[in-house]
Every structure is written in C-alpha cells, then in structure tokens.
C-alpha cells in the first residue's frame, strides 16, 4: 500500500523524463479537457519483476517558489535524499563528468540509501565503455543504458527492485472503510481541519497500528461508516525544509493520495487560490481521485458571497470542474459535517457503475440529439462499456476516433453526469475504433 519511491535526480537534460517514460510506460490515451494542465506526468506507479514501486522524476517539479540561495537540482536531490527509498543519480555518457554532476554527486555520496548511478545516452559498446569515466564521481556502480532506444533499462530495473526496501506490513485499515486524504499547502488548516473532524460529535476515533511515515493515519467512525484520515500536516514540522517547503508539499500530497478515495484539497478563503493550490489540484486531479475543494478559514472572510467564491476558484482550475466546493472554519467548528458528507458522497460517486444498457442509451441519445460529423464524416457510437471505477472509465468504441474533438468528448462527458451524479469525480472517457471497423 505505501510503495517504495524510487526518485530520480541529474542536471536538466540528462535524459531523465525519458527513462521515467520508459519505465512507467506509456498509459493509453485518455481523452480529457487538460486545460490548465500543461505539463509532464512526473510521478507514476511502476512494476518490475512483481514488485511494484512509484516513480518521481525530481527534474519536473518546476516551482515559483525556490529559494534563490540554492539551486534547483540541488533542492531536488535533497527531496530525493529525504523521501526516496532508492535514488536513481542520471548522468550523461555523451558529455563526460560536468560541475553540475559534481555537485550533486557531492550531496549524494552522504547517503546511506541506495543511490544507482545511471550513465545515459549509450547508446551503443563505445559510449558505454565511456561512460566508465562517471567512476571518478565516487558514487558507486555505473548502469550504462540508453534511455532512449532501452538498451540495458531492465538490468538497471533489477537492480532498482534488488535495492527497494523489503515490502513492510500494510496498515491495518478496515476493509471498507473510504480514505479520505487531506492535502493543501501549508498553513491553510489542514492540521485544524482534521482536529475538528476528529472533534465531532459524530465521530469516534482510533489509531492505525501500521500507519505510514509521511502521514499520520486516523480511523473514525461516523453512524455506519468508517473513514480513514490521511493527514499530511504533521509532516512539515519534521525536516529541514528550509524554502523548499513547496517540493515536500506536493511529493507528500501525491504519496497520500496514493492511498485514499477522496482528497480533501484544502485552501485558504483569505489567501485565495495560489499558485501551490492549483498545482496540489492538479496532482489530485491527475490521480484520478474523487476531490473536494474546501475552503477554509471562512470565518474571516465570511462578507463574501459562497457561490462567486466557489466560480472564481472553479474558474482558475477549470480541470477539477467536477470537484465541489465547501466552505469551513476549523477553528469555529462550521461546516465540518458537509465537508465530511460531501467527501463520503464524492467517494460513492467515485465507484458507482452504469450498466451498459443504460450508457449506451445515453450516449446513443446524446448522439442522436447533436450529431457530429468533420469533413464530411459522420462521427458514430458504436457501443461503450464501463470498464472500470475509481474513477469510473467508459470506453466508447466509435467509427473513426480521429473525429472525436475534445469538445465533443466532453459534451458526451457532460450528458453522462446530466443523468448520473458523478459529483466530485473524475470520468474517464477513452475512446477507440471498433473492431468491425478495422
Ligand atoms: P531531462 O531534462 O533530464 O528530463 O531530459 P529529457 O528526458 O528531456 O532528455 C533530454 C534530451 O536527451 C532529449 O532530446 C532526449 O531525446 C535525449 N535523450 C534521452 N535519453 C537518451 C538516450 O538514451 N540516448 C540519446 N542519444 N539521447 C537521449
Ligand atoms: P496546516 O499547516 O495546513 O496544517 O495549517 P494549521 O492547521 O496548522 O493552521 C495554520 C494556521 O491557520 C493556524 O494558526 C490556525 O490556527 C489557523 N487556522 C486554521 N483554520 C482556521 C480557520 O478556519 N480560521 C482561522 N481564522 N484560522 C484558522
């Protein structure tokens, strides 16, 4: 349940963001409305030899808010040293030892976790007899491979699951019970929040035996419902973070994520959204999580109309449209039980199935009502079927999937959720040719 993190660090360039495609692979087309989504997959769930593992290429957590005293790649070795189980040090075999390795190989050395040092871009038996100069950086045994063509990815592969930790007990969580992950930046009252859910009248509360080092897990029951807390506060207070406060915030966001149904994203109603929040939305939003966004500390902002507040922020992140907004004070106890509510009822929606009868008439009508067609073709339905939940994922077999615009996607999108509440879910929508169509 809590994977092992294999980080992966070196200067811009090196080759880093192809060898992270190359080892989660490429996943199917999903065919969605990623306004405001603009960058890399960075971070992905990854298997080799039964082992399973995430994956964080270091080098695309781009943020605004570095320190300017340190610099970046060194920031992200720092992150890799503090929170990877194994690190993957990626230098480039074309280009010999540099500065810039130099010093991260410097930071690296201190390590007493595994740290496999990936010489790129040899491509073939003369770059890989090079790269035996990355010896002089003192790092240990160098894995010549080729990011790009895959030469010797899964020998380094072994040696990555040879090197992961042994697989500890899972947490002991009640089977059925809905994880619920609270996440934002800091200071927006994650920490109080999860003090006032656990303070409710409703609630009775037990520890985890288990529980994970990067939060601190929390069962309560609500009437006949259990819920698992996943609090990520507690963990600012822990290292040395020191102006980088941004990259543990999101590496610990998406780590908590991993385990829960719904992420809570916490923000501030007096700061508004910031550019950390829409990137920790983005994050939940990529992985596939029921969401909510809660908007705390409203008592100090309480002259303000809920409904312009929850368009403005539903405006600056257009892509979690689906996430519903509500409007708490941790510290003055308001709104707490329909934060929890809304979040139960979002996780519900999270894994609610349509029966194939009933999509297929919805998208049959939807079709048959607005018609699409694109140099003279006519775009078709053929069947779909829901071949997953958690987030519920349609695939829709039509005639030619070239003609199937984005926005016409989404309309299907939207005449779904007109007839199913699918509030506070993403849906995954992917589209392929039929077969008979071939
Ligand atoms: P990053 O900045 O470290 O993430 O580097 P990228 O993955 O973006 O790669 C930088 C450049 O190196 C791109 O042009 C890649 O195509 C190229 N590259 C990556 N891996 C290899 C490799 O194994 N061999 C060669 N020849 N080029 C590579
Ligand atoms: P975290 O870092 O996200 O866990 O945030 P904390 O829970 O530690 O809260 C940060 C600060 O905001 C503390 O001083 C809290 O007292 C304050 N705070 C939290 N929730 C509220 C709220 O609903 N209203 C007001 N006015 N302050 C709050």
Not at 242 to 254: D, N
Request: proline share 4%.
């Amino acid at each position: 349940m809590d994977k092992p993190l294999v980080a992966i660090v070196g200067r811009p360039n090196v080759g880093k963001s192809t060898l992270f495609n190359r080892i989660v692979g490429r996943r199917i087309a999903i065919v969605e409305d990623t306004a405001g989504i603009t960058r890399d997959r960075i971070y992905a769930e990854a298997e080799w030899n039964g082992r399973e593992f995430v994956m964080i290429d270091t080098g695309g957590i781009l943020l605004n808010e570095v320190d300017p005293l340190k610099n970046e790649v060194t920031i992200q070795a720092q992150v890799a040293l503090d929170e990877a189980d194994v690190i993957l040090f990626m230098v480039d075999a074309t280009t010999g030892v540099t500065p810039g390795d130099e010093d991260i190989a410097d930071q690296l050395r201190t390590s007493s976790k595994p740290v496999l040092l990936v010489a790129n871009k040899a491509d073939n038996d003369v770059r890989e007899q090079d790269a035996m100069e990355f010896f002089a950086l003192g790092v240990g045994d160098i894995h010549p491979l080729s990011a790009l063509n895959g030469r010797a990815v899964a020998d380094l592969l072994d040696e990555v699951v040879k090197a992961l930790p042994e697989e500890g007990k899972e947490p002991a969580y009640p089977e059925d019970a809905i994880r619920i992950a609270i996440i934002g930046r800091p200071n927006v009252g994650k920490s109080s929040l999860v003090n006032a859910i656990l303070g409710e009248k409703r609630a009775i509360v037990s520890d985890i035996p288990g529980t994970t080092r990067d939060a601190v897990d929390t069962v309560l029951r609500r009437g006949d419902d259990e819920i698992v807390l996943i609090d990520t506060a507690g963990i600012r207070k822990s290292g040395k973070i020191q102006g980088s406060v941004e990259y543990y915030t999101v590496l610990r966001a998406v780590r908590a994520m991993e385990r829960a149904d719904v992420a809570m994203i916490v923000i501030d109603a007096f700061d508004g959204l910031r550019d950390g929040d829409k990137r920790v939305a983005g994050f939940a939003h990529e992985a596939g999580r029921a969401c909510v966004i809660v908007v705390n500390k409203w008592d100090l902002c309480s002259e303000e109309d809920m409904r312009e507040f929850a368009e403005k922020v539903h405006k600056q992140i257009p892509f979690l449209d689906y996430a519903p907004v509500v409007f708490t004070s941790a510290v003055e106890g308001m709104g707490i039980t329909d934060a929890v509510d809304t979040a139960m009822d979002a996780a519900a929606n999270h894994a609610m199935r349509i029966s194939t009868g009933e999509l297929n008439r919805i998208l049959q009508d939807a079709v048959d009502e607005h018609p699409y067609s694109r140099k003279g073709k006519d775009f078709r339905v053929r069947y779909a079927t829901m071949s997953d939940v958690k987030p519920p994922t349609i695939v829709i077999f039509v005639n030619n999937p070239d003609l199937a615009h984005f926005s016409y996607v989404r309309y299907l999108e939207n005449r779904i959720r007109r007839e199913y509440s699918y509030e506070g879910t993403p849906l995954r929508l992917i589209i392929r040719r039929a077969k008979k169509e071939r």
